[in-house]
């Protein structure tokens, strides 16, 4: 691997400037600069568990005649506990393990809507196009092991979780699908989202195991908020973020696993811009670490057959919809990023820069209808 595994994060570089120009630089990079919360319950509980914690305050103006509407939010970044190898129980464990820990750091923070990376109760194995044993990994969305597991804590915590999972559909032919699971703070299954863009992209093939998602683009109303899951790939897909915002999503998730050499530069840009252009908030969260699996496996790029796909860069950061963003967890460190945001900012940016009311979604319509169509011709004027 390239040495770009091994710094940390961008951070960590830009604070060995002097205090002036970094403040200036981290200005222009990440926005309106964010205040940190106090959170010292959970810095115990993280320091115990051994997870990076970073945490952050988007604020919206004051407003006459409404309260803010303040949400907490975490999200989760981890490296695999065990060799990709592992027995799937003992993996499942690990991993449960793992992610209680997490929860109940988020609970001592304050969070109220938790989300994991994609695919988080297991290796990232879908591009070895092996199918056994990770489809083994695959469960039903409404009742299957990890859902119920998750179920308990969000109760026992007040806490909306979204579950992102390889689904298995008993009830249409055993298909497996790319889902997130939303669990509400009543411990309730509250609906699921299944990945609309399956890349087809380096090691990422990941159409051996399962095809692009039925379910649109879901809002999930909640006590805290309304939200939505951009599953990993969809993040390159504009129209799949405007989608989520037509429906009235204010927070946006996006679990994801990507790779240092494929999407590093992509990453940073893609959900905060998201979030301009759509007035809402957007949280990244990306694997971290490498995995290493047994058989060797391709690309089909010419290149040599390996055992890993590289290193998942984490980096994990929350955009707000005036373009400011958080400092990002690290590429190399199990973390967790608990943010406060006040939804009110999400229509106070749409007053100032108008973009949804300027938008032409009536001419962009007439145009895609075209398109689709096989005779279509594009609308070039040449000479």
Not at 25 to 45: F, H, Q, W
Not at 150 to 161: E, G, I, P, T, W
Not at 206 to 235: D, L, M, W
Not at 284 to 307: L, M, Q
Request: hydrophobic share 35%; glycine share 6%; charged share 20%.
């Amino acid at each position: 691997m390239s040495s770009q595994q091994h710094f940390t994060s961008i951070e960590k570089i830009l604070s060995k400037l002097p205090p002036d120009d970094y403040q200036n630089i981290r200005n222009v990079l990440y926005g309106k600069p964010t205040s940190k919360l106090d959170l010292s319950d959970a810095e115990t509980k993280a320091n115990d568990y051994d997870l990076e914690l970073v945490s952050c305050r988007f604020e919206a103006s004051p407003e006459q005649l409404r309260p803010p509407k303040i949400v907490r939010v975490g999200i989760f970044q981890h490296k695999l506990p065990l060799p990709p190898n592992t027995p799937i129980k003992e993996m499942r464990d690990g991993l449960y393990k793992l992610a209680q820990n997490a929860i109940e750091t988020a609970a001592k923070g304050g969070v109220n809507i938790f989300c994991f990376q994609e695919a988080w109760n297991m290796p990232f194995a879908f591009c070895t196009r092996e199918k056994q044993p990770w489809c083994e990994y695959a469960e039903v969305a409404e009742f299957g092991p990890t859902t119920i597991f998750l179920q308990q804590l969000a109760k026992r915590y007040n806490m909306v979780v979204i579950s992102p999972i390889l689904e298995r559909d008993e009830v249409h032919g055993q298909t497996i699908w790319n889902t997130a699971v939303v669990i509400d703070n009543y411990g309730d299954f509250l609906g699921k989202h299944r990945k609309n863009h399956i890349p087809r992209v380096g090691d990422f093939n990941e159409s051996t195991y399962y095809f692009e998602g039925n379910t649109g683009h879901p809002v999930f109303q909640t006590e805290f908020g309304k939200i939505a899951i951009n599953i990993c790939y969809g993040r390159h897909h504009p129209l799949n973020w405007l989608m989520f915002g037509l429906n009235g999503a204010e927070i946006v998730f996006n679990p994801s696993a990507t790779v240092g050499n494929l999407s590093e530069p992509l990453w940073g840009i893609e959900a905060r811009n998201a979030a301009i252009a759509n007035s809402y908030f957007t949280c990244a969260i990306n694997r971290v670490g490498t995995e290493i699996f047994e058989t060797e496996f391709t690309s089909g790029d010419g290149k040599p057959a390996h055992k890993e796909f590289g290193h998942f860069y984490g980096s994990s950061y929350i955009a707000a919809p005036d373009g400011s963003r958080s400092q990002g967890l690290s590429r190399d460190k199990t973390g967790l990023l608990i943010a406060e945001l006040d939804l009110n900012l999400c229509r106070q940016v749409r007053d100032h820069w108008s973009f949804q009311m300027t938008q032409r979604l009536d001419m962009y319509a007439e145009l895609l209808a075209k398109v689709v169509q096989p005779d279509f011709k594009p609308q070039i004027i040449k000479k």
